[in-house]
């Protein structure tokens, strides 16, 4: 699987969670005390977040980091 693919698909799945609750990017932002541009990068595949950041953006997303990570991998195959 190629780095890049695994990194849009896991801006996808990020930007589908904060979707499914209700929250913008500025919202996010606020939960995980990153900046609205950087949540944005990474849901544009620009930026690829460290495992601190994943974990982050799982907790402020009602999830668990390794949830998160698995759907990016189903998803980039």
């Not at 930007?15 to 606020?30: P, V």
């Not at 994943?54 to 759907?71: C, D, H, P």
Request: glycine residues 6%.
């Amino acid at each position: 699987m190629a780095g890049k693919a695994l990194a849009q698909a896991f801006g996808k799945e990020v930007r589908l969670a904060r979707m499914s609750l209700g929250l913008s990017q500025e919202e996010l932002a606020n939960r995980t005390g990153l900046h609205r541009n950087y949540i944005g990068m990474i849901e544009r595949a620009e930026r690829t977040p460290t495992l601190l950041v994943v974990e982050r953006l799982a907790r402020a997303l009602q999830t668990k980091a390794s949830e998160l990570i698995a759907r990016a991998e189903h998803r980039a195959r």
